[in-house]
């Protein structure tokens, strides 16, 4: 069955750097939902997307944006890295009623 | 707002051993539960959910849930584990209506040992 893809699954960024994260929900899921996990960490959610609109949005810093695209691929984009960004990112996607999330694998960011 | 927590941060037992991990959550809404483990540097992985009818729920890998609205608990359960389910594990829950976030507990990690 089709997971969901997360790309890079692996980072390395210099402080003061921009990065991007991409995400390529499941098919037909409409939902996707971006966390963070820090080291040792629960993941915290940062924000979501329901049909291409921004549905939520949680601890997701200003210098963090995110869209949601006509396929329903996601994109994080990260500037002005910090050492602090240095972190497990998660993606996952859903159906409207949330049955059931599902998590890609995650890219790891490290800053430097 | 929802919350939830996870009364250990760590649990240690020997192989073949019952365990329970728990878990107690906060809402003033409906919720859905789910339990996730996590294994070293790897993604989350679902073992069960809640999201209505019987309060016992089964998942993979022997795992079951049992759902308690007046305790507000969602308590994890496997009676004979294995090395193998050495992880860390979440639970998290959600509202029940469109689009809802997760929100995750601070996670347990389970040590098996021979």
């Known amino acids: 069955a089709a997971g969901v893809i997360q790309s890079p699954r692996h980072l390395i960024k210099e402080k003061r750097e921009t990065a991007t994260l991409k995400c390529y929900p499941i098919?037909?899921?409409?939902?996707v939902y971006w966390y963070q996990q820090g080291p040792g960490q629960d993941p915290q959610f940062l924000i979501s997307f329901y049909e291409k609109m921004q549905s939520d949005k949680g601890s997701i810093p200003d210098r963090f944006s995110a869209q949601q695209f006509s396929d329903y691929h996601s994109e994080l984009n990260m500037s002005s890295l910090e050492l602090g960004d240095s972190a497990l990112y998660f993606c996952?996607?859903?159906?409207?009623?949330?049955?059931?999330?599902?998590f890609g694998s995650g890219t790891r960011l490290t800053v430097v | 707002a929802q919350s939830v927590t996870q009364l250990d941060s760590q649990v240690p037992v020997f192989e073949e051993a019952p365990v329970e991990l728990r878990c107690n959550y906060s809402?003033?809404?409906?919720?859905?539960l789910f339990w996730y483990v996590q294994y070293p540097n790897q993604g989350l992985q679902l073992l069960l959910k809640?999201?209505?009818?019987?309060?016992l729920v089964k998942g993979i890998n022997g795992f079951e849930a049992e759902f308690n609205k007046s305790q507000t608990s969602f308590h994890l359960r496997k009676p004979s584990v294995h090395i193998s389910d050495t992880a860390e594990y979440f639970c998290?829950?959600?509202?029940?209506?469109?689009?809802?976030?997760?929100?995750f507990g601070t996670g347990t990690r389970l040590q098996v040992t021979l």
């Open positions: 809640y999201l209505s009818g019987s309060t």
């Open positions: 996952a996607s859903s159906i409207r009623q949330n049955y059931g999330y599902t």
């Open positions: 809402s003033s809404v409906s919720v859905y």
């Open positions: 998290a829950v959600s509202h029940t209506g469109t689009a809802s976030k997760l929100t």
């Open positions: 098919p037909r899921h409409d939902t």
